[in-house]
């Protein structure tokens, strides 16, 4: 697979305007303000894309944030700005507690080894 591809697009008027004063103020070529314009606009549009199959109960919170490549707690701030409820069910929260405890459970044994007890003084 080709690390990088050529693409081609016609734009009106207003956007290659649009694209000269972003060069300008950005002190850069067309090719670079697109790729960079281009990938702000494919990130939010997974977020928007996830957002949207998350409202519709397709996706658990945790899988579209992963959909959407950002971490759990941007993609709950990302539903909130967009007015999005909450969808957490008893599943999920049976499946955070299990995640919970085993995460819980290995810290313990990492640390049983260990003589974590404060020492007497003595003499």
């Known amino acids: 697979m080709k690390k990088e591809e050529l693409v081609a697009a016609r734009l009106p008027g207003q956007l290659v305007k649009a694209l000269h004063k972003i060069e300008e103020v950005e002190q850069s070529d067309r090719s670079a303000v697109v790729r960079k314009l281009l990938h702000r606009a494919i990130a939010d549009w997974k977020k928007d894309y996830a957002a949207r199959l998350y409202a519709e109960r397709k996706l658990t919170l945790e899988r579209a944030a992963r959909e959407a490549d950002v971490s759990v707690r941007e ?3 990302y539903l909130m700005q967009k007015r999005i409820p909450g969808q957490y069910d008893f599943r999920e929260l049976e499946e955070d507690m299990a995640r919970l405890y085993k995460k ?3 810290s313990r044994s990492h640390y049983s080894g260990r003589d974590t007890a404060p020492r ?3 003499g």
């Open 75 to 77: 993609m709950m701030e």
């Open 120 to 122: 007497r003084r003595t």
């Open 104 to 106: 819980v459970a290995l």
